[in-house]
């Protein structure tokens, strides 16, 4: 259900109270008239409205005020509509000569009081899982979507090398999708090649209840980019072997 803003319960309040100015002095006028009038009739020789010339004028001058009143309102409201048509709506840049000193000083303080109580307000001790500590080179930075996002780029790199790569699917291994990629790898000592670590930290960041800590997620981040080295090493010697056999001479 739409609930009205603060502003616009503001607004609406200040018209209904102009409005119920308006009608109360409107009440007041032709109660004052109507008096005036009827006093008129009664002291007029013949106690009649016909040649009461009482009446006339007080008509003629309560009319006269009626339309000063309302062309002084009309005035009133084109000149404030003209004034608010001829400020810009496009943001532009304060010059020095549009405050004062002392405001543009004000203004300054509060600006950098507000900076250092937002700076000073930032939680340097407070640690979120799945997320980085704030201060380090991985402050901001969430650990499963990072990791979650290597996947697209490195199968744009794979897809290069190997055109004809089954394209990927939403919840493949990587060990089983990088299969044909895997001769291109090194073992390390236990027989585990980078593509392994990072099998295991994209299952751990699809599959896994718990949010990656920061070991677990450095382990996965740098798995990808040494894949993505490996890949890129290559992608330039297939360029340069196939810039060999382009200048080999019939």
Not at 29 to 55: G, K, M, Y
Not at 104 to 124: M, T
Not at 186 to 200: F, N, R, V
Request: proline share 6%; glycine share 4%.
């Amino acid at each position: 259900m739409w609930k009205p803003s603060s502003r616009a319960r503001l607004f609406w309040i200040s018209e209904a109270c102009y409005a119920l100015l308006i009608i109360i002095t409107a009440c007041f006028f032709a109660i004052s008239c109507f008096a005036l009038l009827e006093q008129a009739v009664r002291t007029a020789p013949n106690h009649s409205w016909s040649n009461n010339w009482d009446t006339v004028n007080i008509g003629a001058t309560y009319l006269l005020v009626l339309v000063l009143s309302v062309a002084i309102c009309i005035k009133r409201r084109i000149a404030v509509r003209r004034r608010l048509q001829r400020i810009s709506t496009a943001q532009s840049g304060i010059n020095r000569s549009d405050a004062p000193k002392p405001v543009r000083e004000y203004i300054s303080q509060e600006f950098a009081r507000s900076c250092l109580v937002s700076y000073e307000c930032q939680p340097w001790d407070t640690i979120h899982p799945g997320w980085g500590r704030p201060g380090t080179e991985h402050g901001g930075i969430r650990f499963r979507r990072t990791l979650l996002d290597t996947i697209g780029d490195i199968d744009a790199r794979a897809h290069l090398i190997i055109p004809n790569l089954p394209p990927l699917k939403p919840h493949s291994r990587m060990i089983h999708h990088f299969r044909y990629l895997l001769p291109l790898f090194p073992k390390d000592d236990e027989g585990l090649t980078h593509l392994h670590y990072y099998d295991s930290a994209i299952q751990l960041a699809r599959t896994s209840d718990r949010e990656p800590n920061e070991d677990e997620f450095l382990l996965g981040l740098q798995a990808a980019d040494e894949i993505r080295k490996i890949l890129n090493d290559c992608r330039i010697e297939m360029l340069e072997e196939s810039r060999a056999q382009l200048n080999v001479p019939p």
